[in-house]
């Protein structure tokens, strides 16, 4: 099992920056890809930036320019810089691991953190 814990959401005016910080634990053998999701009030999750192995990244066309997605792998760490933020951008996000364990994949998602843009 792989255990992911959150952090770095909260409220912050227009135009500010937020980091969300995401770790992963327990029996890691090796993480596929990592990525963020964010899921707004009366809206279906949608993906914000994914990060592979080897550091490629997708962002959503919504995000480019404003957040970047890193990884450190020595850390299992996934984390998204949030700059110039919007009220749009006001949702909670998920973080979101594939696990490579033998030919298996295994996605596991952590417990979502608030993220919220106001005034």
């Known amino acids: 099992q792989v255990q992911l814990v959150e952090s770095g959401g909260g409220l912050v005016q227009p135009g500010g920056s937020l980091r969300l910080s995401c770790a992963a634990s327990?029996?890691?053998?090796?993480?596929?890809?990592m990525a963020w999701y964010r899921q707004a009030p009366g809206k279906e999750r949608e993906l914000v930036a994914r990060?592979?192995?080897?550091?490629?990244?997708t962002y959503a066309d919504s995000v480019k320019g404003r957040f970047t997605i890193s990884r450190d792998n020595a850390k299992n760490t996934v984390y998204l810089q949030m700059d110039s933020l919007k009220p749009e951008d006001t949702a909670v996000y998920y973080c979101?691991?594939?696990?490579?364990?033998?030919?298996?994949?295994?996605?596991?998602w952590g417990q979502g953190t608030q993220v919220t843009v106001s005034s």
């Open positions: 990060i592979n192995s080897g550091g490629s990244t």
């Open positions: 327990g029996s890691i053998f090796s993480i596929n890809y």
């Open positions: 979101n691991v594939a696990h490579n364990h033998g030919l298996v994949l295994q996605i596991y």
